[in-house]
């Protein structure tokens, strides 16, 4: 069942304020977002305010982004998701728009940001969603052209009409012209995994994309091919990938959008083709009667195909009845805040001959009884050229245009919601 | 750009005269730079109406961006100004035969986007034109103008035969407006709900699927959200359009993805069950839900919302994808507890070992919302697992030794349940649970622990003692309580009728006498002419032999279930609502129903079957036992399900015998001291007074045994002890079938009672 998707959308910031407001079709009170506002000030959380909140007349919707809510006013039976969808796809224009979606990016905007909510949706229908067609109507806003336009007088509102839209490939503006043709592909790995007490892993996977920057002339079609396509049994596309050649040949083919764009995203979820990066070794105990706790972390590395790990953080988030740390370590620094119970160790690189060590006391409320709950680790960490699920791109090939295009592939991995259990 | 800024900060009344004089310039730039002033203080939520003539003035120009801006405050502001409205229509209607086809679709845009009845009728003529105009931008702006003029005039849409040329557009060549029309037709059909616009036909389905392939992602959720309204034929059909829809299951829109995945659940049920290809299907849908559950927070939610819809009516999609479903410590806490819900129902044999690992761990988080579910699930596996129902016993008696108080609470109300479950079969635990008696301060954990004394009052050496300390404080327990307090003690009583006496006369004359809860006053009353009238059918009835509860009683009932499966990706799916009983003004929305499967020899088989339950239709509760939370469901549960052999169909057994004579004394001592006497009986009784039990059975005959049909339950709503009665009468006339609805309703409706 279709319907008038959004009638109106509020921004509200991380102190519940109203900053923002549009209205596609009668103007909604801005006191139907209180329902909103009683949701928030129960969550605990900023992060745990209940996307769909009921109230008598409406349904709210919301995104949280970046400390900025999108909440949308519904009326009627509608796609949940199809209006988050739309949220995030709003909150990604303001930020290839303005560099940031931030209240104070979308403040110093607002007419830019008011003609791009109006191209975006018309009486509830999504009108232009692509970045490349939305750019062809509002061009961004730039200093120098801000500038040029002071002196000119000229506008920032395309005139021409958005050639893309109506053609079979709606997502390429036409006339694209670069002097350096270039087409860099990254490919990013995130594990994510749960890690239990003594070690061994609940649960594993892997949440791969390819990203895309293609700055290329012309109607460039592409072929990218894998080493080990088989690799792929649960993938999704962008809208410009020919599907029936990667159900036939297992080769991705596609005339890409210009600009960077998320060309597919795929998960890899049988446990034995995830790799554990890294172990770690961990005491963190409460004495029943006294007022301390001990702390000891040790990270080591585990599967890293002979690559280097980086970037390690280990965040941990203490039991409220813990006071301060006094801890020492062998690497990098640690901050732990009081207020929040965040211990934050910053780690950096790991030397595998001498693994970073974290060590010390905990001192603690007492006259409480010790803390049942048993704090996670969380770690993040960044192992550069390795996509650890082995996933390999074997070429790349250009058809329909004549020049010769630099060609570029780069590969990371790092941790996503990567839990060690204590 | 930071003038924006600084109005948002600085706008005063000074201003506004200010930017009427810019606004009246010469100067283009200065005009524009004015309008945009007046924009971005829109954008904030003042009130800048005052302006209205003078922006408009702004309207003629050649500028794109001024117009725009212009068009812009008119949709805002053109409804609180009639009047002054009807100034803009000639610029409209010049506007639509611009020959930039971006300003044509503009015009026409906006104009349908101003609610103005005098407007609308100027509309007509360049919407018309728009509809059939050479470039299929502006085609596809007007399709979606006339769901806005329908919304605003629906009989002028009409009229004019606005319909048909929509109608028309489905077979446009250019997707994009096929997309459109589509999703206009939907919503104007929404508020038509017999009318016969979206009409369609293998060949409209033909290139409603060809144009799926072309559109934007938002087109494409138009289209497969129409397409699963349709029927199809036969099942080859079905077959086809789920191998067109398939591909879409790899879109990057997750909306998309539900979309799709609700065509494919609905057509499915088409198929034979043995054709290769459904096996496929199934295998095909795993992924793609999957994925969903690595997108944000928000998407993951809606996302488990179906899910939890899609594992109910086919738990063989994701019975090997449990591990996706253990928490996070990081998610947010609506996607926990969804998450929750859906390890539960996917819980087997095979995996629950790491089922259970994971639920202790949870019992141990920070979340206390949380890990009270946790141990809930803990209790529901054991209750669904037959086989690790003494492993999640175990589970739970190691976190009642953790001694946190909620989870002591939580544990003490699942083992209930899992009594109920496995009778006798757990005793051993009681010891343990009666340690933490005294911490017990919710209600609901007071009341389970309540039950679980009353039940097993033989085995508890000291239950007389337990129970008297709780009468301590009747007054001031909750009636969940002190009903369950009333309950265990005349079950005491009939176990160990010697001592107990004086413990059932305080009971019965608390809850007679000095409450003001109906409930629990008849209640007593009916306890208290049982044990005078009949001791022997006292017994039967209060410790007759009770129903199991099972896994059911957490599922959503099969034809409600059907129709949700029809509504994947809608909010009703969310609220797991039918539309109808929630969507404010929704117009005679029609109950959707899972086509029926066309192979024969399937369409027999019962778990899968579309057939509604006999007597229950869609808007109906669920005819299932309440696991908890129902008070008098619990006493009326009690009381039905007797023993093969009852009072009146036959020779007592010896058993039962022995019991009477064992009562015989205490009894008569009772009776003659206090039962018998009518004196002590207040004057003032709702229900009927009579001479004893058996006049109240005569008095529930009279209503008539429903010898098949199912009572309604209104007929009985003002008397919950005439509900208890019939429920009585059914136990011992062994109604058996009818009993357990009968019982929901009526307990329902004392529950009602109790809370009005």
């Known amino acids: ?422 | 750009m930071n003038y924006a800024f600084r109005l948002f900060v600085t706008f005063s009344a000074g201003e506004i005269f200010e930017l009427k004089a810019e606004l009246n310039s010469d100067k283009k730039e200065k005009k524009k730079e004015a309008v945009k002033k007046v924009i971005a203080s829109m954008t904030v939520g003042k009130d800048v109406s005052a302006l209205f003539p003078d922006v408009v003035n702004c309207m003629q120009t050649d500028n794109l961006e001024l117009k725009k801006l212009v068009y812009l405050y008119l949709m805002n502001y053109a409804k609180s100004q009639p009047d002054m409205a009807i100034m803009a229509v000639n610029t409209f209607v010049k506007d639509c035969e611009d020959p930039n086809p971006l300003i044509r679709a503009l015009a026409v845009r906006t104009m349908g986007c101003i609610r103005v009845d005098k407007i609308t009728e100027y509309l007509c003529e360049p919407l018309r034109k728009c509809l059939k105009d050479e470039d299929p931008y502006v085609r596809k702006t007007a399709a979606v103008c006339v769901a806005k003029l329908h919304d605003i005039n629906a009989q002028l849409v009409e009229d004019q035969g606005f319909l048909d040329t929509l109608k028309d557009l489905i077979s446009d060549s250019n997707p994009m407006v096929v997309a459109n029309a589509v999703a206009a037709l939907s919503e104007i059909a929404e508020s038509h709900p017999n009318s016969n616009l979206l009409d369609l036909n293998p060949q409209s389905i033909n290139k409603l699927l060809t144009a799926l392939n072309e559109c934007t992602e938002w087109g494409q959720i138009f289209i497969l959200d129409c397409l699963a309204n349709y029927t199809p034929r036969d099942d080859r059909e079905s077959q086809s359009i789920c191998e067109r829809v398939t591909p879409r299951l790899s879109h990057a829109n997750s909306a998309v993805v539900l979309s799709a995945v609700k065509v494919l659940m609905k057509f499915m049920e088409m198929l034979p069950k043995d054709l290769d290809y459904y096996g496929m299907l199934l295998k095909k849908l795993a992924p793609p839900l999957v994925t969903l559950l690595s997108a944000e927070p928000e998407l993951q939610y809606v996302a488990l919302r179906n899910i939890n819809l899609i594992v109910q009516k086919r738990p063989e999609i994701l019975k090997h994808e449990m591990k996706v479903f253990f928490v996070k410590y990081n998610d947010p806490i609506y996607v926990k507890l969804e998450k929750l819900d859906i390890m539960i129902r996917l819980a087997s044999q095979a995996n629950i070992a790491q089922v259970l690992a994971e639920l202790k761990e949870y019992a141990t988080e920070v979340d206390v919302d949380f890990v009270r579910k946790a141990v809930r699930a803990i209790g529901r596996c054991a209750i669904k697992v037959e086989q690790s129902a003494e492993r999640c016993v175990s589970t739970l008696l190691d976190l009642i030794q953790t001694k946190v108080n909620y989870v002591v609470q939580e544990a003490i109300v699942v083992i209930k349940d899992i009594f109920r479950k496995y009778p006798n079969k757990y005793e051993s635990v009681i010891a343990t649970l009666c340690e933490n008696l005294d911490s017990l301060d919710e209600p609901e954990a007071r009341a389970a622990m309540i039950w679980i004394v009353g039940e097993y009052a033989e085995r508890i050496d000291n239950a007389d003692e337990l129970l008297e300390s709780f009468l301590e404080g009747f007054h001031d327990e909750s009636t969940q309580v002190q009903l369950q307090l009333l309950t265990a003690i005349v079950k005491l009583f009939l176990k160990k009728p010697t001592e107990t006496q004086e413990l059932v006369q305080q009971v019965l004359s608390l809850a007679t006498q000095d409450s003001d809860n109906p409930d629990l006053r008849d209640r007593g009353y009916i306890y208290w002419r049982l044990l005078s009238t009949d001791p022997v059918a006292a017994k039967e009835v209060v410790l007759a032999e009770k129903p199991l509860i099972s896994e059911e009683t957490d599922l959503i009932e099969p034809t409600l279930l059907d129709e949700l499966i029809c509504h994947i990706g809608t909010l009703a799916s969310v609220y797991h609502k039918p539309p109808s009983a929630f969507v404010e003004g929704s117009r005679g929305v029609q109950h959707k129903r899972l086509p029926p499967r066309t192979g024969s020899n399937e369409s027999v088989e019962s778990p899968e079957s579309t057939q509604p339950v006999v007597g229950q239709s869609a808007d109906q509760p669920p005819a299932v036992i309440p696991s908890q939370g129902d008070l008098l469901g619990d006493l009326l549960n009690l009381d039905l399900g007797p023993p093969a052999s009852t009072v009146s169909s036959g020779p007592t057994s010896t058993m039962q015998m022995g019991a009477m004579d064992l009562l015989g004394g205490g009894l008569d001592s009772l009776i003659g001291t206090s039962f018998g006497s009518p004196a002590v009986m207040p004057a003032s009784l709702n229900a009927p007074v009579g001479g004893g039990l058996g006049d109240l059975f005569d008095l529930g005959s009279n209503v008539g045994i429903p010898c098949g049909s199912y009572v309604e339950p209104k007929t009985v709503s003002k008397y919950p002890a005439q509900c208890l009665l019939f429920s009585l009468r059914f136990s011992l006339l062994k109604y058996q079938p009818f009993i357990s609805y009968l019982t929901i309703s009526s307990s329902q409706v004392c529950c009602g009672i109790c809370e009005e």
């Open chain 1, 1 to 422: 069942m279709i319907n008038t998707m959004i009638h109106s959308l509020f921004l509200i910031n991380s102190t519940a304020d109203i900053f923002l407001e549009k209205h596609w079709k009668s103007v909604v009170s801005r006191s139907v977002c209180d329902y909103f506002f009683e949701a928030f000030s129960k969550a605990s959380d900023p992060e745990n305010v209940p996307p769909v909140i009921p109230t008598p007349h409406h349904y709210l919707i919301s995104i949280f982004w970046e400390k900025t809510f999108f909440v949308a006013v519904i009326q009627n039976e509608v796609s949940p998701l199809f209006v988050i969808e739309f949220l995030h796809r709003v909150a990604e224009t303001f930020q290839d728009y303005f560099g940031e979606c931030s209240e104070t990016s979308i403040k110093d905007n607002l007419v830019i940001v008011y003609e791009l909510l109006e191209e975006m949706l018309d009486n509830g229908f999504p009108l232009a969603t692509e970045s490349n067609i939305l750019k062809e109507l509002i061009r961004p806003p730039t200093i120098l052209r801000s500038v040029v336009n002071t002196i000119t007088g000229s506008s920032n509102v395309g005139n021409m009409l958005p050639s893309g839209q109506l053609s079979s490939i709606p997502w390429r503006r036409a006339g694209v012209k670069y002097s350096n043709n270039e087409a860099y592909f990254d490919v990013i790995e995130e594990i994510d995994a749960i890690i239990d007490k003594s070690g061994s892993t609940v649960f594993a996977e892997i949440q791969g994309v390819i990203d895309a920057c293609i700055k290329l002339t012309g109607m460039p079609d592409l072929t990218l091919s894998f080493m080990n396509p088989r690799l792929l049994d649960d993938v999704s596309f962008h809208p410009c990938v020919r599907f029936k050649r990667w159900e036939s040949e297992r080769v991705l083919s596609f005339i890409p959008p210009d600009g960077t764009f998320r060309l597919m995203s795929y998960h890899v979820s049988s446990q034995n083709l995830v790799a554990i990066p890294v172990y770690v070794k961990h005491n963190i105990s409460f004495r029943e009667s006294g007022a301390s706790g001990r702390f000891d972390v040790t990270i080591g590395p585990k599967q890293t195909m002979g690559k280097t790990v980086e970037g390690i953080v280990v965040t941990v988030h203490l039991p409220k009845v813990v006071l301060n740390t006094d801890l020492t370590s062998t690497h990098g620094n640690y901050t732990f805040d009081p207020v929040t119970k965040i211990l934050v160790w910053d780690i950096g690189k790991m030397n595998p001959q001498k693994l970073p060590n974290l060590k010390g006391t905990l001192s603690m409320q007492s006259g409480v009884p010790k803390p049942e709950e048993n704090p996670s680790l969380n770690i993040q960490l960044r192992i550069q050229q390795l996509a650890i699920s082995g996933l390999k791109v074997n070429r790349l090939d250009m058809y329909g245009e004549k020049y010769k295009p630099f060609k570029g592939v780069k590969y990371v991995t790092k941790a996503g919601k990567f839990q060690v259990r204590t």
